[in-house]
């Protein structure tokens, strides 16, 4: 009975803690109010623009030295581009190792710390020692003192890099060609933090197709959400693999109910016969689609957002605020039912 | 006062999707395979097909022409003595139209040769041993020819176990193995197979004037149906409130069901906890 309180301790200082989240990066467990909501993050904040490049690439399966060499391969071209570095560069789930490893995934996890030492050597031999810095989100296995996960890691490199943020997979799918959940421990949080560029979440593949996932990330105030996936490709009975399909119709629902930009990295290439489709793309907070890759070939697609589309489109559609005025009430219809569980039990053991 | 009159739309009770298939998708899809599993995973560029005059081995042909080119494609045709003239016709006019490497490897002395000291073997005997035969010839021309042999065995076939064990089944790549065989057809008319190709009854061409249909006691147009139904997790009444005969739908469950071996690597005796693919599990391209 003690954690109840708590629990609604936890919501009613929910608007304290954004914030503080608006100050200074504070990474909470909060509920946090859309940013439109709050005086503090309106003006040139809110205007803020955001130079995407979503990364689609076949890793060379269990070779970590060399899917590095890609992604510094990657920086390296993005620094030839005409319209020039990237603010943010999201790779797909698994980039480091490739997706189907089996019992190797203790072979090719890294330490999340090892990941970022990499990526910025990787930057800087792409870019120049004193290159600008820039944001990165990419997805490995990790090791974590020998638990492994399946994790996106959202990295600012430059001068002094730093971990934003590890989110690890909750979602592990267990059927068909799938078997994560044999391989990887769950992770067990959803959060979203502040970043150089807007407040974010990271989902990663199925954790995204829960639509609870994606309304968590949105009500942690979250203005864009990453998702790096690998999703095998299956159903051709048309013009493209079901599964892109079934993808662009979860983001579009998902960006316009919460008012949301999603962006979407996945990889491409065939391992064991099973074809990833890539099909990287921007869905825009009004459930319109921005850009996107081919679902087959390496590509890096490119564009820039604007935050202030979160504030307009959350005002035009107020779902995700609706939905906070009900969020109490409903969170409390869980706990009422959560609660009654154990007392169940316990009233039919002392029986 | 008259009623108002509604329009009433009527929609199919059941969709079957299970055999649909865009076929260019299919085309893009499986060249996309070839060209990844071989030359991207394995730094292999030449294909070693058998050439049989069929319709999934033209299908394989075709594919792997597009996705290598037809200089890097070897087709293999191998007949045996009893073998039909049409079979062997009909795999040059594939190897003809797609411009792949033509050889012919006769293999009737082989064969004969082992078959001499068994001369009570019956027809299907002799039948595996041609297919175990074929595959010693396909695996042989791709040492010679620094190739990988591709196979060309359907998901029907497969899955009505109507194979030879180590045999067909033993290439280490397969384009359409999750093809059903109406799926094919549908594939290598989309890819410009001669239509005496397609049309022509499904053989194994083991036994002279063989077909896969009698063979199998149903044709590939309602097995097909069933098997998709079946794969989708539908039981056999559904299958039967949906118009299939009893007969039929017993005789497909009956055939998956007793060759579930045979779509398994050998079984081992798992003796320690790092038994190989029990304990020990890698994925083939690791």
Known sequence: MKSRPKKRKALRRAPTRQTKAGRGGARTLGIIPRPSGDGSRRGSAQRQTVNLALVQFAPSKGRVDLNFERIEQVFAALRHDKEGFPSVVVFPEASLSGYFVEGGIAEVALKAGNVLKRLSNAAHRACGPNHASFDVIVGFYEDDGGKLYNSALYATLGERPVIRHVHRKLFLPTYGVFDEERFVSRGRTIEAFDSQHGRVAILICEDACHSVAVTIAALRGAQILYIPSASPGRGLEDAEPANVRMWRDIMRVAAAEHGIFIAYAGLVGFEGGKGFTGASRLMGPFGDLRIEAPFDGAAIVRTTISLQDVNIARAALPALGDLESNLAEITAMFEKEALSRPSRTKSTISK | ?286
């Open chain 2, 1 to 286: 006062m008259k009623a108002a009159v509604l329009p009433i739309v009527h929609a199919p009770a059941v969709v079957d999707r299970g055999l649909q298939l865009d076929a260019a998708l299919a085309e893009r899809w499986l060249i996309n395979f070839l060209r990844d599993e071989m030359i991207v995973r394995r730094g292999i560029r030449n294909a070693i097909v058998g050439v049989s005059g069929g319709v999934d081995s033209a299908v394989v042909t075709y594919l792997c022409a597009k996705a290598l080119g037809p200089e890097n494609v070897y087709g293999v045709r191998m007949p045996y003595s009893t073998s039909s003239d049409e079979s062997f016709r009909h795999g040059g006019l594939v190897i003809g139209n797609t411009r792949v490497h033509d050889i012919v490897v006769n293999i009737s002395d082989a064969v004969d040769g082992y078959l001499h000291y068994e001369p009570d073997a019956s027809q299907t005997r002799r039948g595996n041993v041609m297919a175990r035969q074929r595959m010693i010839v396909l695996f042989d021309q791709s040492a010679k020819y620094d190739g990988l042999p591709v196979g060309t065995g359907n998901k029907s076939e497969r899955l009505l176990g109507y194979f030879t064990w180590h045999a067909d089944d033993s290439p280490p790549i397969n384009p359409i193995g999750d093809l059903f065989k109406t799926q094919v057809w549908q594939l290598a008319r989309h890819l410009g197979v001669p239509k005496e190709i397609v049309d022509k009854p499904a053989t194994a061409d083991l036994i002279r004037g063989q077909t896969d249909e009698e063979d199998l006691g149903i044709t590939y147009a309602r097995s097909d149906r069933i098997l998709a139904l079946m794969l989708m997790g539908y039981g056999e009444e559904d299958m039967i409130a949906r118009g299939f005969s009893p007969a039929d739908v017993a005789l497909v469950m009956r055939k998956v069901n007793a060759t579930h071996w045979k779509r398994h690597l050998p079984t081992t005796a798992v003796v320690s906890t790092t038994a190989i693919n029990e304990f020990y599990l890698r994925p083939v391209d690791y």
